[in-house]
Every structure is written in C-alpha cells, then in structure tokens.
C-alpha cells in the first residue's frame, strides 16, 4: 500500500492557477475569435464537456485504487466522455477556419485545462483525506467530534 503525502499548499495554489489561467485563456480566445456564435457555443460545450468528464474519469480511477467499489459501466462512460471530448475538439479545429497559431492555442489551453481539472481534483480529495478542506484550514468540527469521542 502506497503512503499517502499531502500536497503542499504551493502546489494546490499552482495547480488552481493553472486551472484558472488555462479556461480564462480558452475562454478569452473563445469571446474573440471570428466565429459565428453557433461556433462559439460548440467550442464552450466541449470545454465544460471536458473538464466535467475528466474529473469523473480521475475520480472513477481513484475510487478504483481506493478500493471503493465503482461500475464498469460508470468508468467506460468515463472514459468514452473524456475520449469523445478530446476528439469532437481535434474534428472542430481541423475543420475550423482559423490560423494554424488559433488552433494550436485552443488546442494548449484546453489540454493545460483538462490537466489542471485532474490535478485540482486530485488535490481536493488528498486534501479530504488528510482531514483538511482544501483552502487549508483544518476541519474544526470532525477534529472537535474526535476530541470529544476520545473525552467520552
């Protein structure tokens, strides 16, 4: 069995800040680039699609590792999601009428995104486990509970 280490506070900050400087970045290109709002709401769509869908995939697989008990179906949903994304993505860059250099940055900021949701997630739930909220503060009331539990 693996020990489990808490993530330093600088890399839960880093890895928000690449979260937040990776969708900010999508979506500020998004809002400026020229493409019918159709375009637009495709492009959105599939950013929500992906990050929603990666964080159900690392949570299904930490599940997993956790010995919680998850489905197969849940986890193939998961993965078929995160898969489907990423593709319907690449299918509206090819086919977009955009700069080569426009379609490289959509294309790094969702991945800088989609890499972040997972670290962001990933931390949030150490964070859980080490008995603290992910701001860093520690759970007052389960600590209060504990001490009264051990009192009793």
Known sequence: MQTQNKPTKA?????LAALI???????????????????KGYYFT???FG????????K???DKM?????????F???????ASAILLLIIGLVNAELLLSEKGFFGMA????????????????????????FDGSSDRKSNTAEHEEKAA
């Open 11 to 15: 890399f839960r900050i880093a890895s």
């Open 21 to 39: 400087v990776g969708v900010s970045a999508y979506f500020i290109g998004l809002y400026n680039a020229p493409m019918a709002l159709n375009e």
């Open 46 to 48: 599939i950013m929500l």
């Open 51 to 58: 990050l929603f869908s990666v964080v159900s995939l690392q």
């Open 60 to 62: 299904t697989v930490r």
């Open 66 to 74: 956790e010995g919680v008990p998850t489905t197969k179906a849940y």
């Open 76 to 82: 193939l949903a998961s993965t078929v999601a995160t």
């Open 110 to 133: 969702f991945t800088l995104s989609l890499f972040a949701a997972i670290t962001v997630q990933k931390n949030v739930r150490d964070s859980q486990i080490m008995g603290e909220s």
